[in-house]
């Protein structure tokens, strides 16, 4: 049985410099089983993450000025929240498109692409991960 090739996707991983968090090029992988994010920068390299499918508990997807969360999950939630108030989302003026995932030990908060986004969550989801998309209060009907 021949496997499908590995695919590879240009995203930004938000990861702690310091105290601070910024975003850095990164490529995410989705293999058979696992999907990897992993910076382009040496000096992200240990911030890489391989996580299992399996082991995800929620994968969120936004488009917004900063990465919106479902409910649950409280601790990682809390981790999270945690984070991501340590970014300085301030700046952003556009909206961009987060993905952010979780389990229940690790999470990571992504930037996808403009024109990779769909592809992206396509991935996930062709993997058997449910994702599930947040809409900003604004946007809510």
Request: aromatic share 10%; no cysteine; charged share 30%.
């Amino acid at each position: 049985v021949a496997l499908a090739a590995d695919s590879v996707y240009a995203v930004e991983l938000v990861v702690t410099e310091g105290k601070k968090s910024v975003e850095t090029d990164a490529d995410i992988t989705f293999k058979e089983g696992t999907f990897s994010i992993v910076p382009d920068k040496a000096g992200f390299a240990s911030q890489a993450k391989e996580l299992s499918y399996a082991d995800l508990k929620r994968a969120d997807y936004s488009y917004a000025k900063k990465p919106m969360l479902s409910g649950g999950g409280a601790v990682a939630t809390a981790l999270l929240v945690g984070f991501i108030f340590a970014l300085p989302f301030l700046f952003i003026k556009k909206k961009k498109h987060w993905m952010t995932v979780q389990t229940e030990k690790d999470f990571a908060v992504i930037k996808l692409g403009d024109r990779n986004h769909r592809q992206i969550i396509a991935e996930f989801e062709t993997h058997g991960v449910k994702v599930e998309t947040v809409l900003e209060e604004k946007d809510k009907k």
